[in-house]
């Protein structure tokens, strides 16, 4: 390949930033030019292209969004889209293309790769939750950001003694939820793989942790679950513990990337370059077992991934 395009697609997150320059850093340091596809698939619909240079990356890297906008695209779902998709690729010269995403953006880098432009998925989320990978781009950022929002929380509930809900991001997924409960000393974490949406062992628990002298009770509830205010409403009237819910919602998403945040994403964008430059396509970026490594996007998409079970039983053990 001699031109390599790069987008941002789906859901925002710190590190994609990284991630764009490393791509067009790593392609022009192996003698590559670089186009921008901005906003996402949609943007190559509308042939939002433009040439990127070294420079054009400066004072990036610490910056969280991304540069190159990004958008959920149901156009592309379509055979139509995604063969546009593939005539605007060849029309603007780019063969091959970096598609910084989660699993629906990987869906639509497969069709590209199908129709002829070699295509390479990398790990954008804060959910955690593409499972070929123990790392997505975000993901540490986001908890960092929820962990330290859920610290201010814990002192004005313990001050007035409350029970607090509160409400983190990760879809159908319980990550961002399990490593706060456990970064922040939770009472109760209320994640999609494992909630029973049995209250009354929610009550139970907070009228037991009273009896035993704690001075709050702090729930983390993962949106996957949600209804975090009228749940809130309900514990209070079932244990008459003064109980607020407080929803932590995009400031999730936002913000200057973490250490591990730049570093993993400019490696993974490095990583994808390389694999284009070598002749690849279809494939995905992880990490996996403490390296970077690339699987066959057919197959990401098709693995699953748990909750890794050690850990949820852990932070039980630890809230006490
Ligand atoms: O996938 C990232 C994420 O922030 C999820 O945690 C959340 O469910 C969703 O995106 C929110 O999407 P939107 O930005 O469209 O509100």
Known sequence: VNTIGVLTSGGDASGMNAAIRAVVRKAIYNGKKV???YRGY???LNEEIRDLTARDVSDTISRGGTILGTARCSEFRTEEGQKLGAEICRKHGIEGLV????????????????????TIGVPGTIDLDIA???????FDTAINTAMEAIDKVRDTSTSHERCSIIEVMGRQAGYIALYCGIANGAEDILVPEKYDFDEQKLINNILKNRKRGKKHHIIINAEGIGHSTSMARRIEAATGVETRATILGHMQRGGSPTCKDRVYASMMGAYAVDLLCAGKTNRVVGYRHGDFTDFDIDEALAMQKELPEYMWEVAYALSV
């Open 42 to 44: 949609s943007g190559l």
């Open 99 to 118: 598609v910084i995403g989660g699993d629906g953006s990987f869906a639509g880098a497969q069709k590209l790769a199908g129709l002829g432009i070699n």
């Open 132 to 138: 070929c990978t123990e790392y997505t781009i975000g």
């Open 35 to 37: 186009k921008g596809i």
